[in-house]
């Protein structure tokens, strides 16, 4: 599998949402999309580039990930152990936040490069949804593409033990592993590595 900087995450942008930053990112690519099974939608881009999925030497987006993952036992370390066993990291704002919180407009606008971004994998079979930003962002491409919601309103809590399926793929409303509104708080560590458990096994 080949990579080197030339996809472009986020380039331009039509829109201008007052609460983001539009920040300029090109991200590793690499040629087996087909090989993509499993999909996993954090929060927002980092403040700084390298710290995203793919930046230098354990960036803390792929670091709070690999949280997870090892517990599970894989041993992940690099983004391109991900990319190498069919699961693609992304986010669904391509931009910065300016503060905790983005409008619903500004995560409807952005769903609109999520959906381009997600066409590109054709043999998806697992969405993780980690945090609300993602699930807003699904249920904005799913009722554009399709005129129905996936994930049903409510606490992240209450709803995350359903079963949610759309044409051939299986969805997973969780909590964020990246960012800010990620801590090491026990309980929250122990559902998230549930659920990706869980995708693991169907992805496989």
Known sequence: MGFGR??????????????????????????????????????????????????????????????????????????KEYLENGIYLTTAIKCVKKNYLVSSDTIKNCSINLEKELDAFPNKKVIMLMGDFAIKAINYIWKRKYNKKIIPAGSTYKIRGGVYESNGIRFFPSYTQTGDSFGLEKSKIEMITEDVKKAMKIMK
């Open 6 to 79: 030339k996809g472009v995450m986020m380039d331009s942008c039509e829109f201008n949402c007052s609460d983001v930053i539009l920040k300029k990112y090109f991200q590793k690519s690499f040629s087996k999309k087909d090989g993509i099974k499993l999909i996993l939608i954090s929060e927002a881009l980092p403040q700084n580039n390298e710290d995203y999925f793919d930046g230098k030497e354990e960036p803390s987006f792929i670091k709070s990930t690999n949280i997870i993952f090892n517990s599970l036992g894989y041993e992940f370390k690099k983004y």
